[in-house]
Structures are given as C-alpha cells and as structure tokens.
C-alpha cells in the first residue's frame, strides 16, 4: 500500500515524556517518543500491553497530561490545549476505541450517536442526517440502521457504528485504538478492509494501535514498535513486520500464531532461543 503524503507531516510527535503520578511514586509511561504520521497515511504502533502505546494515543487525544516534549497537529501546536481550543480539535481529530460495546450508548438510537457531534457543532437537522446516512453507506450499513439501537447489532456491525461516528465530522486522522482485537479472526478481517476502503476513499490518516504484526501489516504504510515507554524500532511495514532489526520486535514476530504445527513449535523454539545483550530483557 503506497501512501498519499505531503512533505510536511499532518502529525508530528517529538521526544514526547508522559508521566503517571502512584500516590508519592512516579511511573513514566512514555520516555521520550517521536514519530510523524503524513495525510492519507496510516502509521502501526506495536507492543505488548503496557508498553505505552495507548498512552501515546491518549496523549495525542489530550487524553493523557503531558510532561514534556511536544504534539503539532498541521504544524499547531496542540501539546497542552484544553477547553474550547481541544474541542475545536474534534472535526479533524477523532478516535475509535477497541470496544464497540462499550462505546456506544445503548439507549439512543444508531440515528441519535451518529448525528449528535454534528447538531452539537452547530449542523442543522436535516444536514446531519443527510450526513448520517452517507457515513453508514460508507461502513456498508444499510439506511434504516438510523433507527435500531447498538444491541441490535453483533460485536462487528457495533464497531462499524463506531467507525461511522469518527467520520461524521470528516476528521483528518483518526487514533484507532486496538479497533479490532475484541473481534473474532473473521470479523476482524473484514473490519480491516473496511479501514483500507475508507482511507483510500476520503484520504483520512490513522494512528493504528495493535499488539499484532500481523494486523498492522495488512493495513499500515510504516510501523513504529514499543518496548517499556520507548519506540525501538521504525520502518516500512514490509521490513518491520517481515524483517526486523530490533530482538524485540523479532520476538513479537515468532509470537504470532501460524497454522502449520511444525512450523510453529520451530518459531516457538526460535523466539525461546533469541538472546540479546543489546536488546531489552526478554518478555
């Protein structure tokens, strides 16, 4: 997949430090993390639960406090908004979190979720319908879907939902946040497909976080990988999720499942056997 970016990035991250304040104790999550992300492209960002790469998300999202370093979005500095100036921040900065359960409000309608960001910015009724149901066709939901509730729908169909309500405003990068790990193999398949057609259809950037190679490889351009607050490692997709440099993301690479048993107990065997001394400690 070849991305459609300009020189200058739309996201720009640089040597970003978040830490989390325990009591009198102090736990740094991000230990200074840069990255870009360029218009029309999506980034992968890797690692194990607590690495930090959901932190970095939130952070982005100003969700997360930053501590030092800095976040531009379209060359804004957009570190330490709050208030109206974060909200402002929401037509072109949306999010899809990892569970479509959760997520959605189970008493409205799929119509109400949908269309309320857009009357709350001021978009008549009979506009943010209109929108409502061009977005719906985009996740291949079918018009009347306006008028069900989320549980009506099945765990797959409930995400579509979610993805729709990131694009009702037509934001220009989205941060989805492990979108398809509460989804069975098949479902997730298809959800990724989903993510690919839209960006090829409205150009929108995604920050793609997942703890599987084998995701991010289907739909990302480049791949950043994250190891105890720090990104180890950064590159194409090809490269980093087929030919790593760094021992960790090896390791993350023989972690993942395949369905030839031989093949899988000598990557077992493999991903036991690598040892470092430069790399980090074995997980």
């Known amino acids: 997949m070849t991305a459609k970016t300009n020189d200058a990035p739309l996201l720009d991250v640089a ?5 989390y304040r325990r009591g009198r104790h102090t736990f740094r999550a991000l230990k200074g993390v840069s990255m870009t992300i360029g218009t029309g492209e999506c980034v992968g960002l890797v690692g194990e639960s607590g690495s930090g790469k959901s932190t970095l998300g939130k952070a982005i999202l100003g969700l997360a406090d930053v501590t030092s370093g800095t976040i531009r979005f379209d060359g804004q500095d957009i570190t ?7 909200r402002s921040l929401a037509a072109d900065l949306q999010v899809v979190f990892q569970d479509p359960y959760g997520s959605l ?3 409205m309608t799929v119509g109400q979720i949908l269309a309320e960001p857009l009357t709350a910015s001021g978009v008549g009724k009979a506009a943010a319908r209109a929108t409502v149901v061009e977005m719906l066709d985009h996740v291949r939901l079918p018009a009347d879907t306006v008028t069900r509730y989320p549980s009506e729908f099945s765990g797959g169909q409930r995400q579509r939902i979610a993805i729709a309500r990131a694009l009702v405003r037509r934001p220009r990068l989205i941060v989805c946040d492990e979108p398809v790990s509460a989804l069975d193999l098949t479902t997730q398949a298809a959800v990724i497909d989903l993510f690919i057609d839209i960006q090829r259809e409205t150009g929108v950037s995604y920050l793609f976080v997942s703890h599987d190679l084998g995701v991010v490889r289907r739909i990302c351009h480049r791949v950043s990988v994250m190891y105890q607050g720090e990104c180890v490692e950064t590159g194409p997709n090809e490269r980093v999720t087929r030919d790593p440099e760094h021992p960790y993301t090896r390791r993350l690479l023989l972690a993942s499942p395949v ?3 031989a093949r899988q107990a000598e990557r077992r065997r493999s991903r036991l056997g690598l040892r470092s001394p430069s790399g980090p400690p074995v997980p």
């Open 15 to 19: 040597d970003l430090v978040v830490d």
């Open 259 to 261: 369905a030839d048993p």
């Open 80 to 86: 330490h908004l709050k208030g109206a100036a974060r």
């Open 105 to 107: 409000d189970p008493t």
